[in-house]
């Protein structure tokens, strides 16, 4: 039984007592799903997750983060691929949610009900975590803008009904010079180039932009504004990976505890060996310090913090490391089943390598929360 007792901290309203609760008795009967057909499993995620409720906290007027926080959690602790799904409709529309038209927002009731899947195309061959680097260009022709360029590790490249696209409008150079751009996904000119296979299957692309033409009513925000955009948005969502992770990290004490409970080793069950005893202590304490950082983050962005920079990147940091070292623990705890293919364990071992590169890597969280020390000092 995954421990709940953290809800009890006064990080959390009733509310949020109430959506945890909720949320488990609904992925209780909806979870785990099957993934066969990775494209089709996340569109019925979506698609469920949608009639359940659950996208309304995706995007809208406002965004809860501790909401999301605990969703992704909750999720995540149960299947991997039905946190994508969640936290895509997120990340995908926070430009939109938090910057965009009256005539963008009307993609965010398509996407909370479940009928759109979305997608953030920021990372470029040429610039992962240096978005300055961006090189996909925009240019104006009478009352439209043209994009050419190419984007990859796209999350729902290929399945997505809607892109946010970010360009390079030339306003200044580097990260200054950058836009947003809401992209339909039928509109001509763009291609999937490639589909990424990873560890853990997720629906990945490499996409093509050739002479895609989009009115003006495509940029979000002002032209110039992109850089602001994706590191508002980044900021909103970072929180949000590191509950991913934790929700990893307690499905994989809860596997732990189960295995040395269960399991006979020198005439007793390994739960009273010292040594078991000792990492299922390490496990919890991880857990709880990456529950306290990621719960502070979400907290202070809901008390209406601007920015949440340093907080949010350590939460990230530490709740994806953490969580790598608790899952590398359960497998250790598992023996040879833990790298049996298929085991919960195994699954989780995949699942977590990419959180500690997506959204910002571990190294770079490092740079942020340096140079906020230093700037404080």
């Known amino acids: ?29 909806a979870l785990p799903a099957d993934h066969g057909d990775v494209d089709a499993a996340c569109r019925d995620l979506v698609r ?66 479940g009928e759109a899947i979305s997608a953030f195309a920021l990372t470029e061959p040429g610039s992962g975590s240096d978005v300055a680097r961006t ?27 809607i892109y946010v696209i970010f360009a390079r409008t030339g306003e200044a150079p580097g990260a200054k010079g950058l836009s947003a751009f809401l992209l339909p996904a039928d509109t001509p000119g763009l291609s999937v180039v490639e589909r990424i296979e990873v560890i853990a299957p997720h629906p990945l692309a ?6 895609v033409r989009l009115p003006e009513a495509a940029l979000i925000g002002a032209a110039g504004s992109g850089f602001r955009i994706a590191m508002t948005v980044l900021d909103h969502f970072r929180p949000t ?31 009273e060996l010292q040594m078991v005893q000792g990492h299922i202590a390490d496990m919890a304490l991880k857990i709880d310090a990456a529950a306290l950082l990621v ?25 994806t490391e953490a969580a790598q070292q608790v899952i590398d623990q359960a497998v250790q705890l598992w023996g040879g089943d833990g790298v049996r293919s298929g085991t919960m364990v195994e699954s989780l071992y995949r ?22 020390v230093l700037e404080a000092s």
């Open 1 to 29: 039984m995954t421990d709940r007792s953290f809800l009890d901290w006064p990080f959390f309203e009733e509310r949020h007592r109430e959506l945890a609760g909720a949320l488990d008795e609904w992925v209780a009967t």
């Open 48 to 113: 469920d997750l949608g009639k359940g409720g659950w996208l309304r906290h995706s995007g809208g007027d406002s965004l809860d983060i501790r909401s999301l926080c605990l969703i992704r959690e909750t999720l995540a602790r149960h299947d991997g691929l039905a946190d994508f799904a969640f936290a895509m409709q997120g990340l995908g529309m926070g430009a939109v949610t938090l910057f965009g038209s009256p005539e963008q927002r009307s993609w965010l009731d398509r996407t909370r009900a």
């Open 135 to 161: 090189a996909t260009s925009a240019r104006r022709e009478g009352d439209h803008w043209v994009l050419d360029g190419e984007k990859t590790y796209i999350s729902n490249g290929g399945i997505a009904d």
């Open 206 to 211: 490499h996409l093509r932009l050739e002479g």
């Open 241 to 271: 990976v590191g509950a991913a992770a934790l929700g990893f990290a307690r499905r994989a004490l809860q596997e732990g505890v189960s295995r040395v409970c269960d399991r006979q080793l020198f005439g007793a069950p390994m739960a």
């Open 295 to 319: 719960y502070r983050a979400a907290w202070t962005k809901d008390m209406g913090a601007v920015r949440i920079t340093r907080e949010a990147a350590m939460a990230k940091l530490y709740a």
């Open 351 to 372: 699942e977590i390598r990419a959180l500690r590169i997506y959204e910002g890597a571990s190294d770079v969280q490092k740079l942020i929360i340096a140079r906020s």
